[in-house]
């Protein structure tokens, strides 16, 4: 599934071709994605002008010219690709599983005014796409329960104590998050399956990985002799190592 840094290298690669350019047409191509779309969905996106493109936790929110928000998640297998106006596709990423049946999975395109067209496949359909009021958007269902964005200034050591407690050190904690979120947007991401940058190349972070996929490996920290442990807490894997991360 993409996490945050793979939903914000989506944005970076969707930002430069969204904002500024008008849908001059959607192609809506099934009623639903994991949830049906909105009633009159094409329609109203129809003629619109992308004013912005933000992203509030692995959400993607292209704010338009009428005050709405379209509000998009790629939930497990969902993937952006874009078809240039001089008709150049993207090229394929060169480790990722392709798509079988491509056009089968692909369920909406959205045609611009300068010709380009952004394409939205998604195997399994977990992905959601939703038109809310931008004034509406906190109190939406999707949005109200969520926390903290982890790399805006209000996350800082002193709400993370608060948080926790006082159980951890946090001010080391609170740099740690900020420093591998940056380094893994960075790099693109991490391609462990499905996900490719907009662009169609493939993130690298997944190289760099320390302890994940690593189940009774030797521990990478220099100087440490530990052994990697994997444990589930909430049906999730989380990796560690129990000599130096503790």
Request: net charge positive.
């Amino acid at each position: 599934m993409p996490e945050l840094p793979e939903v914000e290298t989506v944005r970076r690669g969707l930002e430069p071709i969204l904002v500024g350019n008008a849908f001059a047409r959607v192609e809506q191509r099934r009623p639903d994605l994991r949830f049906p779309l909105p009633k009159h969905f094409a329609e109203r996106l129809s003629g619109r002008k992308v004013e912005a493109l933000d992203r509030r936790a692995k959400y993607l929110l292209a704010r338009l010219d009428d005050g709405e928000v379209l509000v998009m998640h790629l939930g497990m297998t969902g993937r952006f690709s874009i078809d240039r106006a001089n008709g150049e596709a993207s090229a394929p990423g060169r480790f990722a599983h392709p798509i079988a049946d491509a056009q089968k999975h692909e369920h909406i395109v959205f045609h611009l005014g300068d010709g380009t067209a952004i394409r939205y496949s998604d195997t399994r359909r977990f992905g959601l796409m939703d038109l809310v009021p931008a004034q509406k958007l906190e109190s939406h269902a999707l949005f109200k329960g969520l926390g903290i964005e982890p790399l805006s200034k209000s996350f800082t050591p002193k709400w993370l104590a608060q948080k926790l407690k006082g159980k951890a050190k946090t001010a080391a904690l609170v740099a740690a998050v900020k420093a591998v979120l940056e380094e893994a947007i960075k790099a693109g991401g991490s391609s462990l399956r499905d996900y490719k940058r907009a662009d169609g190349s493939l993130g690298d972070f997944q190289h760099r990985f320390k302890v994940y996929g690593r189940e009774g490996k030797k521990c990478l920290t220099i100087g440490c002799s530990g052994t990697v442990r994997r444990i589930v807490q909430g049906g999730r894997s989380t990796f560690y190592c129990p000599a130096c991360q503790r």
